[in-house]
């Protein structure tokens, strides 16, 4: 078990973080249906089992396939129907207030983006309007992301260019430069990401965070093997649960500079994700004529 | 010969009022006036073709210590006006609501009035702020009585400053078992210490009925027994929560209220002719400076059966349980003993309520312009309003806000006692100054009944 | 104590849902006046009658211009304060009262209410209805670093302190249509949820990961623009959030 509480980083690209690892869930019903290594869904479980939160704002489903709807889950058994990743916008942060008000919540887990994580302690730090929730939120999980899709996007991607029907999908997945979606019949279809970037949400072109730097342990299949994910652990927060949960046997571990493609993988498309959106924020300074488009990280002007 | 004192702003209540006085050679009130000089931000204007949903949410901003009574009294006008029922536990998470607001309110008001008070067996005036002991404890009692109703109300209503839960039709959310226990446990905590809390106070209320004199401004000033008293009625619509023209048997009569303006009620032009720089502190306003109470004051005045009324927890309990303390001695300890009446209530609907009962009616209607009214005993009274509603719309809408009711009454009541404790007097009623900014047309026959009146 | 700085709550047209809000503070606002801050003036709280000069005047409410006694306040308020916070939606942005338009009595002629930041320079935008006792204190703790801390610590309350302040330079109106001026609009929005979260009543919803607000029920108080992570997000300050909430959270224990 690697536990230190150093601060180790990479280059800023991948944020403060004390431990890195690759690890999988060991519960196996976990992993039947996870993304990845069933991080997220075991962390959660662990933590709700243990009292260290008493619920999650998590993705859960709609009336429409794939389109994700904030859902508090504050059983195992609630936070299992959630497992698996959506590539469209679920707005976790907008039960935030909720969750402590008629959900009664004191210690909430959360999970999301790293544009999440960023409004969860821009929030805790600028609670403009979140009376009462700063100090109740127990653990914010952040997933690597590149970009994230509106409904319609996934939509378009799925049922025209990939000729498959969304009700039929059992799993989305992109890695490896591809999009893949897999069916029920076990048909898999994989689009190259240069079909897909027309279709990003544009909002995201602006976003400076790759790996959740602000979440209190963050994860994302990019520098592990299938099956497994890369697990920063950030905050003492983080760390304090983390442990915990190593210790009570929910993960298996294995140092991230022993697996393939490892740490380097994942700080090459840190760096390309931001070079290429600090490119867009700069050129939206000069955007029109003598007219810029604005700037949240200068100015709320 | 009489002189006239001006105190002006009155402090340690919400909002912007003054005080009046026309006082005799001895110091001694002949006549008072207690208005608002608050400025009318005309909610009951701007509401006109305003729909009746943002109504109720426009109304909770005129009071940010009461605006539970301002939003649940709003929204139940609108759907007495719209004949709307709403489920059975929408209607206890409100009164949970409710509850919690009062238990809040009582606790500040505490802060408020207990530098007025001494700490018993001593001549040392309460500084609730101080960090010595025994005040700190008390302090910290107070606050944590506070955050007790505050949490319940942020988790039944969404907010507590404001609540953003209650709605036209019952609620948006049901709490969870989960909420359900919590705010439980909170009132469970909070009745202990409100009992604690209520000795304290009764303590220090009976310890300064008991006096001869108090201090104000380096002067020992004498305490009339009968201090507040005053000969108008009291009127309370329920013991606890509301009613409205929905009631099988309302608690209010709207054809039993009517208004004058301030024109025929408070003193005209004049001049203070008596100043005192060392009352507490900045001094009351210099001679010469010119009052005109008729013109200044920002509200109306209602009447009850063509007189003014009091309401408040006094009212409410001479009303419902056959008190009969008087004057302001009387009103404080009313306020005291709804502290415990305020979580048994709770703690009575969160044990009727039902998690998975629904919260919103299924039909709402859109209203054709019926007149419907909702009088909720806010903490420091019975706050009316009134509404008419067509297609989802508000065509007209009135509020009759406790201190309004009360600006009339304790301006009677300050009769016979020195000036110097006026604002003591005042302070008995909880003032809150920024809702009572209403005053309706007046009919000319009730006019002429008011006029009498005053004479 | 001679360390301590002055403030006080100076009350125009508002509903007194601010200064609760302080008071929300509970066993905090008691650490807060025993170390911080000596509050030398607040007419709901205290007997001093006329305001007298502060470091930083918190001031709640909008101004009725038709009302002599208002004017005067705050123009007094600004002449004799190192530092005037805007505390709520009515003082930055005149929140319910931008709806008031007069002619009720018994003033009929009240109708036109301006955000404080029409009439003097403000330095400080604390939105929301209500304003949060939480924002309200680390806005305190700042002030205090900023006027009685640490070279460092002046240096953190500057940079805390910072959208803030470019919050009341930017403008005294708003409401949730600057969700799609400031932010839909200008390619901004990534559909997190924290306006939808913020507003406080209920207003906004979202719609296939976009907000949308209902302008009907909005109320003008600016939390939701102020609230979003693209209106302003300053990762000098963000990036630090575990240590500087260790030191609010810690400054009022």
């Not at chain 1, 973080?17 to 479980?45: H, M, P, W």
């Not at chain 3, 001679?2 to 302080?22: L, P, Q």
Request: glycine fraction near 8%; charge should be neutral; charged fraction near 25%.
């Amino acid at each position: 078990m690697e536990h230190s509480s150093e601060v180790k980083t990479m280059g800023t690209e991948l944020g403060k973080y004390k431990t890195c690892v690759s690890a999988r869930s060991t519960n196996k019903e976990i992993l039947k249906k996870s993304q990845d290594g069933g991080i997220v869904t075991q962390l959660f479980a662990y933590a709700l089992e243990e009292g260290i939160i008493d619920g999650a704002i998590v993705a859960g489903q709609s009336d429409e396939p794939y389109r994700p709807r904030p859902f508090i889950a504050t059983t195992v058994e609630e936070l299992m129907t959630s497992r698996g990743t959506r590539y469209n916008i679920s707005p976790n942060v907008s039960w935030i207030k909720e969750a402590t008000r008629s959900f009664g919540l004191d210690k909430i887990g959360i999970v999301g983006t790293p544009c999440q994580m960023q409004a969860v302690r821009k929030g805790q730090l600028y609670p403009v309007g979140l009376r009462d929730v700063p100090d109740k939120i127990a653990l914010a999980v952040g997933i690597f992301c590149m970009e994230n899709f509106p409904y319609q996007s996934i939509k378009q991607l799925v049922e025209d260019h990939a000729g498959v029907k969304m009700e039929s999908v059992k799993k989305m997945d992109i890695g490896k430069g591809k999009f893949w979606v897999y069916t029920e019949r076990g048909a898999v279809v994989q689009l190259p990401l240069k079909v897909t970037h027309k279709y990003e949400q544009p909002g995201c072109h602006v976003c400076l965070d790759y790996v959740a730097n602000l979440s209190d342990v963050s994860t994302g299949s990019v520098g592990s093997p299938d099956g497994w994910s890369t697990v920063f652990v950030r905050t003492k927060k983080g760390d304090d649960i983390w442990g915990k949960a190593i210790a009570a046997g929910c993960f298996e571990t294995k140092p991230i500079e022993q697996v393939k493609p490892g740490l380097e993988l994942v700080s090459k498309l840190a760096n390309e994700k931001i070079t290429k959106n600090q490119k867009t924020v700069e050129e939206r300074a000069t955007f029109g004529v003598n007219k810029a488009l604005r700037n949240p990280y200068i100015s709320p002007k | 010969m009489s002189k006239i004192v001006e105190i002006s702003p009155t402090t340690r209540h919400e909002g912007h009022s003054k005080l009046v006085l026309k006082v005799d050679d001895a110091g001694i009130i002949e006549r008072g006036d207690w208005l608002s000089i608050t400025p009318v931000r005309g909610v009951e204007k701007l509401a006109i073709n305003k729909t009746m949903d943002q109504v109720p949410k426009i109304a909770s901003r005129v009071c940010g210590i009461c605006p539970i009574a301002h939003t649940l009294a709003g929204i139940e006008s609108m759907e007495g006006s719209i004949r709307c029922e709403i489920p059975q536990d929408a209607k206890l998470l409100r009164i949970v609501l409710q509850c919690a607001n009062r238990l809040h309110s009582i606790a500040l008001h505490n802060i408020l009035i207990l530098p007025d008070f001494y700490i018993p067996g001593t001549d040392t005036k309460v500084n609730p702020f101080t960090p010595e002991e025994p005040v700190r404890s008390v302090a910290k009692r107070i606050q944590r009585l506070r955050e007790i109703g505050q949490t319940i109300g942020e988790i039944a209503g969404g907010e507590c400053i404001h609540p953003s839960n209650p709605r036209v039709g019952g609620m948006y959310k049901a709490c969870t078992p989960r909420a359900v226990n919590k705010m439980y446990d909170l009132a469970k905590e909070g009745l202990t210490l409100a009992h604690e809390q209520m000795e304290f106070m009764l303590a220090v209320i009976n310890n300064m009925r008991k006096r001869d004199w108090v201090e104000v401004g380096g002067k020992q000033i004498p305490l009339p027994k009968t201090l507040g008293f005053h000969n108008q009625g009291v009127m309370a619509a329920h013991p606890v929560y509301a009613s409205s023209n929905l009631d099988e048997n309302p608690g209010w009569d709207p054809k039993r209220w009517t208004d004058v303006r301030p024109w025929d009620w408070y003193m005209g032009e004049g001049e203070v002719s008596l100043a005192d720089p060392s009352y507490p502190i900045g001094g009351t306003s210099p001679v010469g400076t010119k009052v005109n109470p008729q013109m200044e004051a920002c509200t109306g005045v209602p009447l009850y059966d063509g007189a003014p009324v009091e309401v408040g927890p006094r009212a409410r309990l001479v009303t419902f349980k056959n008190f009969d303390e008087k004057g302001t001695w009387g009103q404080h300890i009313a306020r005291q003993l709804e502290y415990t009446d305020s979580l048994y209530a709770m703690i009575k609907a969160l044990d009727e309520y039902n998690p998975s009962g629904k919260v919103l009616a299924d039909n709402i209607p859109q209203g054709d312009g019926s007149l419907g009214w909702a009088a909720n005993e806010a903490p420091r009274g019975c706050d009316v309003h009134l509404a008419k509603v067509k297609d989802g719309r508000v065509l007209w809408y009135e509020m009759l806000v406790p201190t309004t009711w009360n600006f009339p009454t304790c301006s009677r009541a300050l009769a016979g006692a020195p000036w110097q404790v006026a604002e003591m007097v005042v302070r008995g009623y909880d003032p809150c100054v920024s809702c009572a900014t209403h005053m309706i047309v007046v009919d000319e026959d009730k006019k002429i009944v008011a006029q009498k009146l005053i004479q | 104590m001679a360390d301590k700085i002055k403030a006080g709550h100076v009350h125009m047209s508002g509903c007194t849902g601010c200064e609760v809000a302080i008071a929300d503070n509970y066993g905090g606002l008691l650490t807060l006046l025993d170390k911080y801050v000596d509050w030398v003036y607040d007419l709901t709280l205290a007997d001093v009658r006329h305001i007298p000069k502060m470091d930083v005047a918190l001031v709640e409410g909008s101004v009725c211009i038709q009302d002599k006694l208002s004017v005067q306040e705050i123009k007094e308020t600004r002449e004799k304060s190192a530092v005037v916070v805007a505390l709520g939606g009515c003082a930055c942005y005149g929140n319910i009262t931008r709806f008031g338009r007069g002619g009720q009595p018994n003033q009929p002629q009240h109708e036109s209410y301006l955000p404080i930041g029409d009439l003097i320079k403000v330095d400080v935008y604390i939105p929301g209805c209500a304003p949060t006792p939480q924002m309200i204190r680390n806005v305190c703790v700042a002030a205090y670093l900023l006027l009685k801390g640490t070279k460092e610590q002046q240096e953190l309350a500057k940079k805390f302190l910072t959208p803030l302040m470019q919050l009341a330079d930017r403008s005294t109106s708003a409401c949730g249509c600057d969700l799609m001026y400031d932010v839909i609009n200008q390619g901004l929005c990534m559909g997190c949820g924290s306006c939808a979260a913020a507003c406080p009543v209920r207003a906004i919803t979202h719609e296939y990961g976009k907000p949308n607000v209902n302008r009907e029920m909005c109320i003008k108080c600016g939390a939701c623009y102020a609230q979003c992570p693209r209106s302003f997000f300053n990762f000098d300050v963000i990036t630090e959030f575990e240590a500087i909430l260790e030191l609010f959270d810690g400054a009022l224990k």
